[in-house]
């Protein structure tokens, strides 16, 4: 998977996973978690919340996919022997 002079590349398939996988931590993340609906706009303190919330989400669906893709190569590789 990983190996010295090897690019590292995520193909469509695991992007194309990896939007409702962001869609579905980010609105747990922001409604759920942190309850973002009893904050306001009117500070730059509560936009910055909303941008690091935004940004562990997409951190958290990233390593979702990367354990994903880990899993589906394992099997790969353990079945084709």
């Known amino acids: 998977?990983?190996?010295?002079?090897?690019?590292?590349?995520?193909?469509?398939f695991y992007w194309l996973l990896f939007i409702p996988i962001f869609l579905g931590i980010s609105y747990k993340a922001l409604f759920f978690d942190w309850?973002?609906?009893k904050y306001y706009y009117k500070e730059l303190e509560d936009f910055g919340r909303y941008v690091l919330v935004l940004a562990i989400s997409f951190i958290e669906a990233f390593i979702y996919v990367?354990?994903?893709r880990f899993i589906?190569?394992?099997?790969?590789?353990?079945?084709?022997?």
């Open 72 to 81: 589906v190569f394992f099997v790969s590789e353990t079945t084709s022997s």
């Open 1 to 12: 998977m990983l190996v010295k002079g090897r690019n590292f590349k995520l193909s469509l």
């Open 35 to 37: 309850q973002i609906q």
């Open 66 to 68: 990367l354990i994903i």
